[in-house]
C-alpha cells in the first residue's frame, strides 16, 4: 500500500496535469480533496491536449478508480459540460465517483463571486468567478448544499426555500440586483442530479477499501501551497487547503497513512489574480518568459505573472507539507535565458526574511536576495537522463533542490509525457 500526495509549491499552475499524468499510470486510485473548477490541469498525452477541471486527471487510465473527494466543491453545470468533452474523446468515465459529501456551486454562487470582487474594486482578489469562495463560505455558514442532496428532492426543496431567502435578500438588498427563482433553481438541479445519480457515492467505503487492500494512491492537488487560506498570502488566495494537511481532511485518508509528498514546482515562478509577489519580472524578459511558456490561464484564459524561482517559498512549501521530493517543470522556458536569478530570501523594512511573511503590505514592498546562475543557452527538450542537461541545467537543478530542502526526482522539460527526467522513484 502507498499513498502519495502531490501538491502545488507555488501559487498553482506549476503543471501538476502533467505530473499526475505521468504518476497516474502507477496506481489504482486517484482523489482529488479540494478546490472545483477554479482549477485547470492540462494533460498532452500522444499528442492530444485533454483539460481538467473537476474529473481527477487518471481518468485517462481505465483501471484507475477516480474520487472526486468531499473537500471538494462541485458545479453540476461543470461536471457535466466536462464529462461530455472527456466522452466526446473517448474516454470512459465508468470508474469515476464523487463523494455525496462534496459540497456543490449553486446558481447563485458565481454571482455572489463577481459582486463580491466588483464591491472589493481596486482592491479584487482576481477569483476565477467560478462561485468556489462563494461555495466554501456556505459550507462553513452550514447553509452549503451537498451534492447527496440532489438525492432527496423534498429536502432540497425545504432548505432552497431558506437559504434562497437569504441570498436573494443579499443579492436585491445590498447589491440591488435581481432575484434567483426558487423553481428555476429546483428543476435545473433535479435534472442534474438524475444525471449525476450513477456517480454519487458514500467514498469512505471505497477509500477505506482501497487503504484496507493495500492499493496504491495518489491524491491530486489542485492550486499551491501559497494559495491556500491560512498558509498563503491572505487574503490574495483561494478557499481551500492546497496542501498535504488538506489532502487529507478531504479524501478521508489519515496522515498517518501518508508514504510521501511530492511538491511540484516550476523552474521558475508564476501566479494568477493579484497579491504579492516579491520576484515578480516586470520587463521584457518576463513577457518572453510568459510567451515561451504559453503562460495564459487554463480557466480564464488570463495572461499570468512571471517572476523568478522563490525560494523563500519553495522552502516554506517543503517545510508546511513535509515535502519528500521535488517535481521540477518547464525546465526548457529558460533555455534561452542567461543568467538566471533564484530568489533566497527577502528583506522587509530592514530585517531579512527567509520565508514568506503574514504582513501583507510587507510582502508586497519586500526587496528578493538573489543568486544568480548562468543559463545554459541551449535546448533541453529532448534530453531524457539527467546527463542529457548542459552541465549549468544540472547545476540549476541541483540547485533548486538545495535552496529548496529536498531532492529533485522529476524534470520537465516539455508538454508531453515523453518530455520527462525520471532521476528518483517518485511513487514508492
Ligand atoms: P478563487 O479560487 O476563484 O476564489 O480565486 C482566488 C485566487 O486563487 C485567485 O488569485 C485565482 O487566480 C487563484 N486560483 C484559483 N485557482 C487557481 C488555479 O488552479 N491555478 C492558479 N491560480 C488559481
Redesign the pocket.
Known amino acids: 500500500m502507498s499513498v502519495t500526495i502531490l501538491v ?1 509549491g507555488q ?3 506549476e503543471g501538476k496535469g502533467k505530473v499526475i499524468d505521468l504518476l497516474a499510470d502507477g496506481v489504482d486510485m486517484v482523489v482529488r480533496s479540494q ?1 472545483g473548477n ?3 490541469h492540462t494533460v498532452v498525452s500522444g499528442g492530444r491536449e485533454f483539460r481538467f477541471q473537476l474529473i481527477p486527471s487518471g481518468i485517462l487510465y481505465p483501471q484507475v478508480t477516480c474520487v472526486i473527494g468531499h473537500g471538494m466543491v462541485v458545479d453540476p453545470r461543470a461536471f457535466l459540460a466536462e464529462l461530455a468533452t472527456l466522452r466526446g474523446q473517448g474516454i470512459s468515465t465508468d470508474n469515476l465517483v464523487i463523494s455525496d459529501r462534496a459540497h456543490m456551486v449553486m446558481p447563485y454562487h458565481p454571482a455572489f ?1 463577481k459582486l463580491g470582487e466588483q464591491q472589493r474594486g481596486d482592491d479584487r ?6 462561485g ?2 462563494p461555495t466554501y463560505e456556505d459550507k462553513v455558514r452550514r447553509i452549503g448544499f451537498r451534492i447527496g442532496d440532489l438525492q432527496k428532492p423534498r429536502f432540497m426543496e425545504k432548505k432552497l426555500r431558506f437559504v434562497l431567502r437569504l441570498k436573494n435578500e443579499a443579492l436585491t438588498r445590498l447589491y440591488g440586483v435581481d432575484p434567483f427563482d426558487e423553481q428555476t433553481i429546483l428543476d435545473e438541479y433535479m435534472q442534474h442530479g438524475e444525471l449525476l445519480d450513477r456517480y454519487i457515492r458514500d467514498i469512505y467505503p471505497i477509500v477505506q477499501g482501497a487503504i484496507a487492500r493495500g492499493d496504491r494512491i495518489l491524491l491530486e492537488g ?3 501551497v501559497m ?1 491556500d487560506i491560512d498558509l498563503g498570502t491572505y487574503p ?4 481551500s487547503a492546497p496542501t498535504a494537511g488538506g489532502a487529507c481532511t478531504g479524501s478521508g485518508i489519515p496522515p498517518s497513512r501518508i508514504s510521501k509528498t511530492i511538491g511540484v514546482f516550476k523552474a521558475y515562478t508564476t ?5 504579492p509577489f516579491p520576484t515578480e519580472l516586470h520587463d521584457g524578459l518576463g513577457e518572453r518568459i510568459r510567451e515561451v511558456g504559453a503562460e495564459f ?4 484564459g ?1 495572461a499570468r505573472r512571471v517572476g523568478w524561482f522563490d525560494a523563500a517559498v519553495a522552502r516554506y512549501a517543503v517545510n508546511t507539507n513535509g515535502v519528500d521530493a521535488m517535481f521540477v517543470t518547464k525546465l526548457d522556458v529558460l533555455d534561452s535565458v542567461d543568467p538566471i536569478r533564484i530568489c533566497t530570501g527577502y528583506v522587509s523594512k530592514g530585517e531579512s526574511w527567509d520565508h514568506p511573511m503574514a504582513n501583507i503590505s510587507h510582502m508586497k514592498h519586500c526587496e528578493g536576495v538573489y543568486e544568480e546562475m548562468p543559463g545554459w543557452l541551449s535546448p533541453t527538450r529532448d534530453c531524457r537522463r539527467l546527463e542529457d542537461l548542459p552541465a549549468a541545467a544540472r547545476a540549476y537543478i541541483t540547485r533548486l533542490g538545495e535552496v529548496s530542502g529536498a531532492p529533485v526526482e522529476g524534470v520537465s522539460v516539455g508538454p508531453d509525457r515523453e518530455h520527462t527526467i525520471v532521476l528518483g522513484p517518485l511513487i514508492p
Open positions: 502545488g501559487w498553482g499552475d478546490g477554479n482549477a485547470g463571486d482578489l482576481g477569483t476565477t468567478a467560478r468556489i469562495g489542485a492550486q499551491g494559495l490574495y488566495v483561494t478557499s501566479r494568477v489574480g493579484y497579491g490561464g487554463t480557466v480564464t488570463r
